[in-house]
């Protein structure tokens, strides 16, 4: 064994505790390292695949229009005999070939093209109408793997059309003659629901009143599996359609399948719709860099698809289109601020870890002071006396970080259900080994530097009091750094590109640096209020006091240690809080201004009845009407737009907080007056403010003059351009004002979940989805426990109370290292006379702890409005304006008493556990 090996080995035993101390805090920060990261992949990841998910089907799978037909070999242009393979063959061939071009990952996560031609409805009217009915109407579809999508429940699939007349060349509309004619009908099948909602039954044969086009069904279907997503991109199948705006008759809209070699058939001239189904299990937040741009070029690139015609020398493009793209950037703009926010709480308990970690190495060399002055006094280099200190330290901190690492990939991903290859992958990404080596050699290179020289082998008193030259640059910089942050910040302004956020070093040190400014101005200002405190203890002759308090600023495990750890534990604290407030009230404020109110009720059975029956109810206090009349054509000095009339009753309006106090007018406009109105923001792009009172301003020929603008459409479900008009103008919009909305405000003293119940007692007669009630506190709810939301507010919690743990770390720490020192001096008091020298500890602890916490809660109320204007929350609370920092005094008074309990406690027990020093120690002195 070599000579350092052995050093090392005789030092590990001599101080076991502080290193093990060491090891328990790399373990720590490893797992946390790993843990984090892996978390916030997997929420990333969740949320990629649940907003992919919620996408309609056509808009998710990338998808396009062939328009022209001749890409199928037609076979109702042609005598021959051909099978769906001959038919589609082609077709199929190159949109697999199109699949198979694509590169990893898109090309696993790509599905086999599907094709359908979906039509344009067409009126189907029965052999014995009744005037009562609404207007029935059917959508033809035609999809060659019809078979494998449905089972006949009743009769049969249908035969190919036949047009019954010499064949015709490609794109020929053959019509049939007239119902009741020779031509053959175009045979469909229907699911159950369509030929209900159709009252059509097998074999009736039904034609369209205007072109004369026979069909006739001839068997009931249902899917073989309803949760496929094909059914989603069927409009009216399997169940059908029915739109009733109370204006017009009814319609009811229905799905049917006619056989895959019908094309050509009327009813079946529509284009082609391909797509190639998504497997969205397959994106995650590990791969979606990759996939992402390779979507995007395939979706530009479009296809190029042979036709039939002119022996393969001719083709047809068709483009491509898919929401992904916008709804993966949306989800990573999302992640990117998430993950600002996360570092930017993450280095308030770094720092205190740091401080934790600086403590237990000075511990370390304190303890073994004597023999590295022995071992110096007989020739030993400093050079090797740093080796062995790095090579006992590496001795448990490079097992403590591999079991932290793999401790925290273990527990991150059982948690997660990650499987263990994944976990295994995210601790073998180089940014987490980076950070391990970083972890292991840290306490290494903190105890190395700590070695002292020969001739500075004392112990050093001084920590607070005085200053060298080295100290005073090192604080100057700090605060110069500190303020440079600051200022930078401030200039930079809230980023609104979220892309652009990403991890900041700039924010990530701006709150460490900040609270390490504020514990340099705190340290320099203890002495002094030391000073004057030991004038005031002095004359009540506590000397137990004024020791304690004069130890607090020379003793160097006591000192700035406590006043660092305090400091930032505070400043974390009281802005991780904070922070989480203003995203609590933010996600409450978006939730009610997308309802409108605390409840909302919309759905067909919404009418003037409803809105008399819940003004009724004792739960409600205020109660609106609103009526989305629909498009209308909007005039600015002649530029034409298309917008939204919507009509508010007094009530409504008053819901709004943009509304001005005299709007809407409770009487109609007079002739020759313009008509009072509200405007949405995206309507007057170019208008800085209201438009000038001469403008030349016409909704539907009406003239208006605009009173206001505004930017949430609160409740109303309307596109974002709207023209808000009051009820008693609302006559010359429309000529029925029908509510179809419904806005509530609970009572005193009720809530709005007890108002929704109460709401659903008096809708409970109303078939389901007659009356649907939206509660905006269970909106907010529900977005507090969207995955990245989640995950935000867990950490927030997380870094406070970490912050708070290892504060009290160095508290507990801090009265261990110096226990030695304090019970020599607590042995000369008690031979002095002094009673219950035990209280030593407390007023060693408390005077600086109790200050840097204070200190630091002032830090952390400044933090939170140099966050919000950092970091942009609008991408995690969804609203549309730049969220404004509120401070909840009551929530930072608790937070700091929280923190000031905890203090207390560990002093307290510091206190209870400092026994009366043995006879030894109390008469042992040291040579200074």
Do not use: K
């Not at 990338?62 to 001749?70: M, N, R, S, Y």
């Not at 044969?205 to 949760?227: K, M, N």
């Not at 993950?339 to 073994?368: C, K, N, Q, Y």
């Not at 160095?810 to 035990?838: H, K, M």
């Amino acid at each position: 064994m070599t000579r350092p090996a052995r050093i090392a080995l005789a030092q590990l035993r001599s101080s076991g505790a502080t290193l093990a101390l060491l090891g328990v805090l790399v373990a720590l920060t490893a797992a946390i390292v790993i843990a984090a990261p892996i978390g916030l992949t997997h929420a990333t990841s969740q949320e990629l695949r649940t907003a992919i998910a919620t996408l309609p089907a056509d808009r998710r799978d990338p998808t396009g229009e062939i328009l022209d037909l001749t890409v199928i070999d037609l076979p109702v242009f042609s005598d021959e005999s051909v099978t769906e393979d001959d038919a589609y063959g082609s077709l199929f061939g190159t949109l697999r070939e199109a699949r198979e071009s694509q590169p990893e990952p898109l090309r696993s996560a790509l599905g086999e093209a599907q094709i359908v031609i979906i039509n344009e409805p067409v009126s189907v009217l029965p052999q014995s109408p009744d005037p009562a009915d609404p207007r029935f109407l059917v959508r033809t579809v035609i999809d060659p793997l019809l078979e494998q999508r449905v089972t006949v429940i009743d009769g049969r699939l249908p035969e190919p059309w036949a047009p019954g007349a010499a064949a015709q060349p490609p794109g020929t509309l053959v019509v049939p003659e007239p119902q009741g004619g020779t031509a053959a009908p175009v045979e469909l099948v229907l699911t159950t629901d369509g030929a209900d909602a159709l009252r059509w039954s097998i074999g009736e044969r039904r034609a369209d009143p205007v072109s004369g086009i026979d069909l006739q069904l001839v068997g009931i279907v249902g899917p073989i599996d309803e949760q496929d997503a094909y059914w989603l991109g069927i409009p009216g199948a399997p169940e059908s359609e029915r739109f009733d705006d109370g204006n017009q008759q009814p319609r009811e809209t229905a799905a049917a399948f006619v056989n895959p070699l019908s094309v050509g058939a009327p009813t079946a001239f529509g284009p082609i719709r391909v797509w190639f189904p998504l497997d969205v299990s397959r994106l995650d937040a590990r791969t979606i860099d990759v996939l992402l741009p390779q979507l995007r070029a395939f979706v530009s690139t479009g296809l190029t698809v042979p036709l039939v015609v002119g022996g393969g020398s001719l083709s047809t493009t068709a483009s491509l289109a898919s929401q992904i793209p916008a709804a993966a950037d949306d989800v990573l703009d999302r992640a990117s601020v998430t993950t600002a926010v996360l570092a930017l709480m993450a280095a308030g308990p770094l720092g205190a870890l740091g401080v934790v970690f600086m403590l237990a190495s000075r511990s370390t060399i304190d303890r073994r002071r004597s023999v590295l002055a022995l071992q110096l006094a007989r020739g030993a280099s400093r050079t090797r006396l740093r080796a062995a200190v790095v090579v006992d330290t590496l001795l448990i901190t490079v097992p403590a970080t591999l079991l932290g690492a793999v401790a925290g990939a273990l527990v991150a991903g059982t948690l997660i259900g990650d499987s263990l290859s994944a976990s295994a992958a995210s601790l073998l990404s180089p940014a987490p080994l980076t950070a391990l080596v970083v972890i292991t050699l840290v306490p290494a290179v903190m105890l190395a530097t700590l070695v002292p020289r020969a001739a500075d082998v004392r112990e050093r008193r001084a920590d607070l009091a005085g200053a060298s030259r080295a100290r005073t640059l090192v604080e100057l910089v700090t605060v110069a750094l500190a303020v440079i942050s600051v200022a930078l910040v401030l200039q930079r302004g809230i980023v609104t590109a979220a892309a652009a956020v990403g991890v900041d070093p700039l924010l990530v040190a701006m709150p460490l640096l900040v609270a390490l400014a504020a514990s340099v101005l705190t340290a320099r200002l203890y002495p002094v209020l030391v000073a004057l405190a030991q004038r005031v203890i002095g004359r009540a002759g506590s000397a137990v006091a004024v020791i304690g308090a004069r130890r607090a600023s020379r003793d160097r495990a006591v000192g700035l240690p406590v006043v660092v750890a305090t400091v930032i534990a505070a400043s974390v604290a009281v802005s991780s809080l904070s922070l989480l407030a203003v995203i609590d009230a933010g996600l409450d404020g978006a939730a009610r201004d997308r309802l409108g109110a605390a409840v909302r009720i919309t759905g067909p059975a919404v009418d003037a009845v409803l809105v008399a029956a819940v003004r009724e109810l004792p739960e409600a206090a205020a109660v609106g009407g609103i009526d989305v009349i629909g498009p209308v054509v909007l005039g600015i000095d002649g530029v034409r737009e298309n917008a939204t009339v919507i009509v508010l009753d007094e009530t409504a309006a008053r819901l709004r907080t943009d509304a001005p106090a005299d709007w809407p007018p409770a009487t109609a406009t007079v002739d020759d007056d313009r008509v009072p109105v509200m405007f949405s923001d995206d309507l007057l792009p170019t208008v800085d403010g209201l438009p000038a009172a001469d403008a030349d301003i016409a909704v539907d020929g009406v003239p208006v003059t605009v009173v206001a603008t505004g930017r949430v459409a609160a409740g109303y479900g309307a596109p974002s351009s709207w023209v808000l008009v009051g009820e008693a103008d609302a006559d010359l919009f429309t000529n029925r004002l029908a509510i179809d909305t419904v806005l509530v405000e609970p009572a005193p003293g009720v809530s709005p979940t007890q108002l929704g119940d109460a709401l659903r007692t008096l809708t409970s007669d109303e078939p389901d989805g007659e009356a649907r009630i939206a509660i905006a506190q269970s909106a907010a709810t529900e977005a507090r426990a969207v995955p990245l939301t989640a995950a935000l507010r867990v950490t927030l919690l997380c870094a406070a109370v970490l912050a708070v743990g290892l504060a009290i770390t160095t508290l507990a720490v801090a009265a261990l290292v110096g226990r030695p020192r304090r019970q020599r001096v607590q042995g000369l008091a008690l031979v002095l006379g002094a009673r219950r020298s035990s209280s030593l500890v407390a007023w060693e602890l408390a005077p600086p702890a109790v200050l840097g916490t204070l200190v630091g809660s002032l830090v952390g109320l400044g933090l939170v409005p140099l966050a919000t204007a950092a970091v942009d929350l609008r991408f995690v609370i969804g609203v549309p304006d730049p969220v404004a920092a509120s401070l909840d005094a009551g929530l930072i008074i608790g937070t700091v008493v929280c923190v000031l309990v905890g203090v207390i406690a560990v002093i307290a027990i510091a206190t209870a556990l400092d026994r009366r020093p043995p006879l030894l120690t109390t008469l042992r002195t040291e040579s200074s």
